[in-house]
């Protein structure tokens, strides 16, 4: 049976821009019908190497990078403060498409994280307000008596908020026939990225 994902992918169909090319390959996932293709694997590690992983939402993907929003006293926030560095990984089944992206980490500024914060749902908002994220609780009662208590105007706490991700390295991947998968790397050259071939 022939696989609906094998499709070739040539260097001359790549944007000159990653950004822009995530952009295309996201549009392409959302007009395929594919739940939440924005999910993401978020991938952060301690001072000393020590890796975890998770799924978070990418937000925004614009030129100065990818954003993403969440509790800064989480496991992944910790281990973004001492070490700023991650990386993020894309992934579309039904369209056997993958793009990784790696490279520094910052906060977004509080104006950007307060603007995202008040276009969230009420019951997300107070689920961020009350979620000690990553630590040990008692049950789940405790947290849902504390979001009872909260208004639907819930301010953002300071504990929670965006990071932007300043991209260094892209790679773009397309499923192929027999693991013959076309590969792409971006990285920085001269004024631009330079796009190279890499063996599946």
Same mark, same amino acid.
């Given at each position: 049976?022939?696989?609906?994902?094998?499709?070739?992918?040539?260097?001359?169909?790549?944007?000159? !821009?990653?950004?822009?090319? +995530?952009?295309?390959?996201? !549009? !392409?996932?959302?007009?395929?019908?594919?739940?939440?293709?924005?999910?993401?694997? +978020?991938?952060?590690?301690?001072?000393?190497?020590?890796?975890?992983?998770?799924?978070?939402?990418?937000?925004?993907?614009?030129?100065? /990078?990818?954003?993403?929003?969440?509790?800064?006293?989480?496991?992944? /926030?910790?281990?973004?403060?001492?070490?700023?560095?991650?990386? +993020?990984?894309?992934?579309?089944?039904?369209?056997?498409?993958?793009?990784? &992206?790696?490279?520094? &980490?910052?906060?977004?500024?509080?104006?950007?994280?307060?603007?995202?914060?008040?276009?969230?749902?009420?019951?997300?908002?107070?689920?961020?307000? &009350?979620?000690?994220?990553?630590?040990?609780?008692?049950?789940?009662?405790?947290?849902?008596?504390?979001?009872?208590?909260?208004?639907?105007?819930?301010?953002? @706490?300071?504990?929670?908020?965006?990071?932007?991700? &300043? @991209?260094?390295?892209?790679?773009?991947?397309?499923?192929?026939?027999?693991?013959?998968?076309?590969?792409?790397?971006?990285?920085? /050259?001269?004024?631009?990225?330079?796009?190279?071939?890499?063996?599946?």
């Amino acid at each position: 049976m022939e696989d609906q994902r094998d499709r070739p992918l040539e260097q001359r169909d790549l944007d000159a !821009e990653p950004v822009a090319q +995530l952009r295309a390959w996201l !549009e !392409e996932a959302r007009a395929e019908g594919i739940e939440l293709p924005e999910a993401m694997t +978020l991938a952060t590690a301690t001072s000393d190497g020590a890796p975890s992983a998770r799924t978070v939402l990418l937000k925004d993907a614009g030129e100065r /990078g990818l954003s993403f929003f969440t509790n800064y006293e989480s496991r992944k /926030g910790a281990e973004l403060a001492e070490n700023p560095r991650a990386a +993020l990984v894309l992934y579309w089944h039904a369209l056997g498409r993958q793009v990784r &992206v790696e490279g520094d &980490v910052e906060r977004l500024a509080a104006a950007e994280s307060d603007s995202y914060f008040e276009s969230r749902p009420p019951g997300s908002r107070r689920s961020a307000a &009350v979620s000690p994220q990553s630590r040990v609780i008692g049950s789940r009662g405790e947290l849902e008596l504390a979001a009872a208590t909260l208004g639907d105007n819930v301010p953002r @706490p300071e504990s929670w908020g965006g990071y932007l991700l &300043v @991209p260094s390295l892209w790679e773009f991947w397309q499923h192929r026939l027999d693991r013959l998968h076309d590969r792409f790397r971006y990285r920085p /050259g001269g004024r631009g990225w330079i796009v190279e071939r890499l063996a599946p």
